[in-house]
């Protein structure tokens, strides 16, 4: 059974940092791009960060680039999200995504498998 699970979420207060972890299980996940997205009350979910399958490119969206960075872990079932300066409207449920294929997509429907989301909040 393929399980994505993250942990690391919390209550930081704004200007803090927090890592967030995602671990994947059931199978072997070298071969696919991984990301990360995020979920506000009332809004869509959107598209944080991303690598590939090699773990060798990033991409982020316009509103964390350059306070967020994502990263692999060397067996590749690992995944990272270090989350630095937060704002309170970085306050969301966190989502770790793999797909089936070695490059990103900015697409939550391009997206397979699914964790359960932690959840993180900056408080102001």
């Known amino acids: 059974q393929v399980q994505l699970v993250e942990s690391g979420g919390g209550l930081v207060q704004a200007g803090g940092s927090l890592r967030l972890s995602c671990a994947a299980s059931?199978?072997?996940?070298?071969?696919?791009?991984m990301g990360w997205f995020r979920q506000a009350p009332g809004k869509e979910r959107e598209f944080v960060a991303a690598?590939?399958?090699?773990?060798?490119?990033?991409f982020y969206a316009d509103s964390v680039k350059g306070r967020f960075t994502i990263s692999r872990g060397t067996a590749k079932n690992t995944m990272y999200l270090q989350m630095n300066s937060l704002k309170p409207e970085d306050t969301a449920v966190y989502y770790c995504?793999?797909?089936?294929?070695?490059?990103?997509?900015?697409?939550?429907?391009?997206?397979?498998?699914w964790g359960q989301g932690t959840q993180v909040t900056v408080s102001s």
């Open positions: 995504a793999a797909r089936t294929a070695n490059s990103v997509s900015y697409y939550r429907h391009d997206y397979y498998y």
């Open positions: 059931g199978r072997t996940f070298g071969s696919y791009a």
């Open positions: 690598v590939t399958a090699s773990g060798g490119s990033t």
